[in-house]
């Protein structure tokens, strides 16, 4: 089977149906180890959500991110979103500070999983100032990232 077949295979995998089990995650995971697979994005991305979503593992899900030789912007949002959703806001924050470094940018979606975090830890402070650089940004247009705003 050629290379991207499995790649999409896995990712299709993924994404349809029923969540996996957490042993059908981590066979998935195994599998595209084993084709070489996890190298390309749409794989290591849908398995980062996975973990993130799936078996709520977010330590698996940043050891497949720091595995990333370079992580796009969506890759970036997936651990965010995995932090945020494990309750563990302070992390997200410094992988947030880490994403502006290296990429000098983000995107609205950061924005929504960011104050979606905020929200959960009703931390007013940090949506305050993800809000001010939403702004500074131009991003506050996006109708994904009003709501959350208003959340």
Not at 1 to 23: E, F
Not at 109 to 133: F, K, P, Q, Y
Request: positive net charge; charged residues 25%; contains cysteine.
């Amino acid at each position: 089977m050629p290379h991207g077949t499995r790649a999409s295979s896995i990712v299709r995998a993924l994404r349809d149906g029923a969540r996996p089990a957490a042993d059908a995650v981590a066979a998935l995971h195994c599998a595209s180890l084993k084709s070489g697979a996890v190298l390309d994005p749409p794989v290591r991305t849908s398995l980062l959500t996975a973990y993130a979503r799936r078996r709520g593992d977010a330590c698996a899900a940043l050891a497949l991110f720091e595995e990333a030789a370079r992580p796009d912007v969506i890759l970036w949002n997936a651990a965010l979103d995995a932090l945020t959703r494990s309750c563990r806001l302070g992390d997200a924050v410094v992988l947030f500070r880490r994403m502006v470094c290296v990429l000098g940018a983000f995107d609205s979606a950061t924005m929504v999983i960011m104050l979606s975090g905020a929200s959960r830890a009703r931390d007013m402070e940090l949506g305050t100032a993800l809000h001010a650089a939403a702004v500074k940004r131009r991003l506050d247009t996006d109708l994904n990232l009003q709501n959350a705003l208003v959340d």
